[in-house]
């Protein structure tokens, strides 16, 4: 079966250490992944995208990896702070599907000052 | 822009009423999504739409949901009868299109709950 995995526990650090998430993806052919960041009480918000020819990408703080051999992504947090304590999530948007962002259940992350 | 504007923010109906959320997308987005967030099962597309049409509703759970998008800056989402298993929190989201470097918007949700 199709699965988008996160990692399930949530991720405690350090305020200025570099947080590094998981998405492992089962069956599915992606052109592109996403990544979000969701607030409670909040919507999710677009954070970054890479295509499938594309090794990594980098926002500021931020770095995605995508590896269609690993079928996987890590999403990393340089320089954390405390206002990057989220939950991140991953997603597809797989070739066969069309147009349907499908999402991982997101890890929590939270940086301790 | 305002962003994805969705309406109400909360809502608490008895079972068997009938409930209508409402969205508005970002102008300009050719995509609108209808999204269904719960502990267990997490962010689950309902059904979406391109240029107003509806293009997938394989998530449509069951025929008392029913969703329509009349023009392209309102969307609404039915759900008659409604029951206490659809309790969650339910969000729409646009896209100009697909894999865009701007990824998909969210509202803020509206959050359901039936008694």
């Known amino acids: 079966s199709q699965k988008i995995e996160q990692n399930s526990e949530a991720l405690n650090i350090q305020e200025g250490k570099t947080a590094t998430l998981t998405c492992n993806y089962t069956?599915?052919?992606?052109?592109?992944l996403q990544w979000y960041r969701q607030d409670p009480g909040r919507g999710p918000v677009f954070l970054l995208l890479?295509?499938?020819?594309?090794k990594e990408k980098r926002k500021e703080r931020l770095k995605v990896t995508f590896d269609t051999t690993l079928k996987q992504s890590l999403f990393h947090i340089t320089a954390s702070q405390p206002a990057d304590s989220a939950t991140y999530l991953c997603?597809?948007?797989?070739?066969?599907?069309?147009?349907?962002?499908?999402f991982g259940a997101g890890t929590i992350l939270r940086v301790k000052s | 822009d305002a962003g994805v504007i969705q309406s109400p923010r909360h809502e608490v109906t008895e079972m068997g009423q009938e409930v209508t959320l409402r969205c508005k997308p970002i102008?300009?987005?050719?995509?609108l999504f209808w999204y269904r967030q719960t502990m267990m099962r997490g962010l689950e597309l309902l059904i979406y739409?391109?240029?107003?049409?509806?293009?997938?509703d394989s998530g449509m759970p069951e025929d008392r949901f029913s969703a329509k998008m009349p023009n392209a800056s309102f969307s609404t989402l039915k759900i008659q009868p409604s029951e206490p298993r659809d309790s969650a929190v339910y969000f729409c989201?646009?896209?100009?299109?697909?894999?865009?470097?701007?990824?998909?918007?969210f509202g803020s949700g509206t959050r359901l709950t039936v008694v």
């Open positions: 739409f391109n240029n107003n049409v509806p293009i997938d």
């Open positions: 102008s300009g987005h050719d995509y």
């Open positions: 997603a597809l948007e797989p070739m066969e599907y069309g147009n349907k962002l499908v």
């Open positions: 989201a646009s896209t100009p299109g697909q894999a865009s470097p701007y990824g998909y918007t």
């Open positions: 890479i295509r499938e020819n594309e």
């Open positions: 069956n599915y052919s992606p052109a592109y």
